[in-house]
């Protein structure tokens, strides 16, 4: 069963999180990754990071990863005038574990599908049917991605091609405290 976000904030009340309190979490780009002719960015983010651990829960991980690839083996709407590249940032957030599934197409547009799980030692991720889109901590990550996707993809010439143009995107990853 999912729970909408108004139900999701009301459990985070019942268990004392302070939902006005903004605690500095620690993003980190995983790894680059290719498989179906795309290539994604994977990145962490953690609400409960201990230092020195993962950046996130290996099983949870795993069961992302599997998903990305399902979608992109599966869904016909990723590939439509795709670039066939993209990020994946998953989440373990306090309100649940979140997939966001991110790609570029037409050189200018920037497609997401949001999945969210509520078990790391189970973990079945769904489509959240909330119209949320991203959360305080992600979307600085969304803008450094939008950032280095215009400097590296949208403003190519000089001779330079497509493929290396993508490759030098690809190559840019963000890791900070936000």
Known sequence: MSLGVEAIAEQADNYGLKRDAYDVRPIRFIELESAHGWTFKFYG?????????????????????????????????????????????????????????????????????????????????????NAVVACTWEIPLIAFEREHWVRNVQRIGHGVSAETAVNRYLQEHFNGDI
Not at 102 to 114: A, E, F, N, R, Y
């Open 45 to 129: 983010i953690n609400a409960r990071y201990v230092e020195g651990e993962p950046i996130v829960d290996a099983g949870l991980l795993n069961a992302a990863k599997k998903l990305v690839w399902d979608q992109v083996a599966n869904n016909p709407l990723l590939s439509k005038n795709s670039h066939r590249t993209g990020f994946a940032v998953l989440h373990q957030g306090r309100l649940g574990n979140w997939l966001l599934l991110d790609w570029w197409s037409h050189d200018v547009l920037w497609k997401q599908i949001l999945f969210r799980s509520e078990s790391i030692t189970n973990p079945e991720f769904t489509k959240d049917p």
